[in-house]
């Protein structure tokens, strides 16, 4: 395994990242778990980790087996979580639904919402965000700080979503950005922690993804010799 990806440069910028975010994200949790936990429980990072592998695995089947059956079965997954979300309360916590409008956008500026699926799930999602902020109101609070931190934070999805299109490492820049703000606990850092989270989870799927026929070759070569 280490061989191909030694041979194959998007593996490796996405073992880079991969490594940096998992290390850049142990320092936070050691630092600031209680202060994690309170603010984000358990359940909303372990259903966003759950998430994003949904997406990865989503994002593989539109841009590499668009014809495979299966990448129903994915985007069945993501209705479900999304219903979930709903169901169990989970875009209650403001720094998810801080977490997904900004993703939403940034995404959209960055050019990645292209295909009717992921715009479908652009436009369901955005509009619940819409209806939960409008019915509670909860924009008005803290709102310059606010808009300061999302129009930064959806400048560097942007950006870094352009960058990625020739260097899959440019998400390292974003990584780096929001662990410095972790750290500094500035306002609204857990956002920016949710995205290094996610990114990890995304990382190690796509990366995954990207092994498994190697691995599958290997062992087929195998048992033919044996």
């Known amino acids: ?62 841009d590499d087996f668009p014809e495979d059956n299966k990448k129903y079965i994915v985007q069945f997954g993501l209705l479900l979580y999304f219903v979930g979300a709903v169901v169990f309360g989970l875009f209650e916590n403001e720094f998810l639904r801080l977490h997904i409008f900004i ?9 990645k ?6 715009k479908a799930f652009f436009f369901i999602y ?3 965000l819409i209806s939960y902020e409008v019915t509670a109101l909860s924009f008005l609070d803290n709102g310059l700080v606010l808009g300061l931190y ?8 942007g950006l870094c979503e352009r960058l990625s299109e020739k260097r899959q490492d440019a998400w390292m820049l974003h990584s780096i950005l929001f662990f410095v703000w972790a750290l500094y606990q500035g306002a609204y850092y857990q956002e920016g922690v949710l995205f290094i989270l996610g990114g990890l989870a995304y990382e190690v799927t796509k990366l ?5 026929p190697y691995i599958k070759n290997r ?8």
């Open 1 to 62: 395994m280490l061989a191909l990806v030694l041979q194959n440069s998007k593996l490796q910028e996405r073992s880079v990242n991969l490594f940096l975010q998992l290390f850049l994200l142990i320092i936070i949790f050691t630092l600031y778990s209680d202060h994690l936990l309170s603010t984000l429980s358990l359940a909303i990072i372990v259903s966003h980790v759950f998430h994003y592998s949904l997406i990865a695995l989503a994002d593989i089947y539109e």
């Open 103 to 111: 993703v939403l956008l940034g995404n959209w500026f960055g050019g």
């Open 113 to 118: 919402v292209d295909t009717p699926m992921w």
């Open 126 to 128: 955005l509009g619940t």
């Open 150 to 157: 999302a129009c930064v934070a959806v400048f560097m999805i």
């Open 208 to 212: 995954s993804a990207g092994l498994i």
């Open 219 to 226: 062992s087929s070569r195998t048992h033919s010799l044996s």
